[in-house]
């Protein structure tokens, strides 16, 4: 599976975003998909992610509430919907996926197909 993020760019505080994730050379159905993210001179750290089976997500304390990770799967594409964004939230994205499971992963090795990153700079 390749991964191709795009819908990153500038927003001012409080705005909002959407990334979307498409896959291609091979459909990412059957997989669980997420989204990391690393910010300038910080480790990358885990977003959100949902499941394969039963579509079940989760979300890093620090967006529950403001982003939203859905799925299409007649489209083979990920979203992420970023709404309340803050001038930490600025990083540069990435979607991740791995073969399906019951349970959101929030850890990174635990994924195999990486994108190539979407940059999100919100500005205060």
């Known amino acids: 599976v390749q991964l191709q993020a795009s819908g990153g760019g500038l927003v001012r505080a409080g705005g909002s975003l959407r990334l979307s994730c498409a896959a291609s050379g091979r459909s990412f159905l059957g997989h669980d998909m997420g989204w990391f993210r690393q910010a300038p001179g910080k480790e990358r750290e885990f977003v959100a992610g949902i499941s394969w089976i039963r579509s079940r997500t989760d979300y890093a304390d620090s967006v529950k509430g403001r982003f939203t990770i859905f799925r299409d799967n007649g489209k083979d594409t990920l979203y992420l919907e970023l709404d309340s964004l803050k001038p930490e939230d600025t990083a540069v994205y990435y979607c991740?996926?791995?073969?399906?499971?019951?349970?959101?992963?929030?850890?990174?090795?635990?994924?195999?197909?990486w994108g190539q990153g979407t940059l999100v700079t919100v500005s205060s």
């Open positions: 991740v996926a791995k073969r399906g499971s019951t349970y959101v992963s929030k850890a990174g090795g635990d994924y195999t197909y």
